[in-house]
């Protein structure tokens, strides 16, 4: 299995590892792949500009470190997952959010999240 792990869990992944259900480490440990969108790297570094991400260290620093600590790989976006875009129902506003999901049906992943409205949409997900 391959999955995406969502922007919050790479965050909780390297801050507060306890806040991941007990489901989804057992998804993300059983995955041959795991992937972090190159979105959720966009969204990081929007919120750490605005103040509301704090960080002990640089943002490059962190996601290097962490995705190195969880053998995770990051995904780019493709014209295919932005055209995929245009298939999604108008359930979730977020960009970035809309994008992780595309990405996960385009790639066939299964998409580790805690956000019910992804839960929402025709997408597998872990939680």
């Known amino acids: 299995?391959?999955?995406?792990?969502?922007?919050?869990?790479?965050?909780?992944?390297?801050?507060q590892q306890k806040s991941i259900s007990s489901n989804a480490l057992h998804t993300l440990?059983?995955?041959?792949?795991?992937?972090?969108s190159i979105a959720s790297?966009?969204?990081?570094?929007?919120?750490?500009?605005?103040?509301?991400?704090?960080?002990?260290?640089p943002l490059p620093r962190f996601i290097e470190e962490i995705c190195q600590q969880n053998s995770t790989h990051i995904?780019?976006?493709?014209?295919?997952?932005?055209?995929?875009?245009?298939?999604?129902?108008?359930?979730?506003?977020?960009?970035?959010?809309?994008?992780?999901?595309a990405q996960a049906q385009h790639e066939g992943l299964t998409l580790v999240t805690a956000d019910e409205k992804i839960m929402k949409y025709a997408v597998q997900t872990a939680w």
């Open 75 to 101: 995904l780019p976006i493709t014209p295919d997952h932005i055209y995929r875009l245009a298939d999604l129902p108008p359930i979730h506003g977020d960009p970035f959010d809309r994008m992780l999901i």
């Open 1 to 15: 299995m391959k999955v995406l792990v969502d922007t919050h869990v790479f965050l909780w992944l390297g801050i």
């Open 41 to 57: 790297v966009w969204e990081m570094q929007i919120k750490l500009s605005l103040g509301k991400l704090p960080l002990a260290v």
């Open 29 to 36: 440990n059983q995955a041959s792949v795991r992937y972090m």
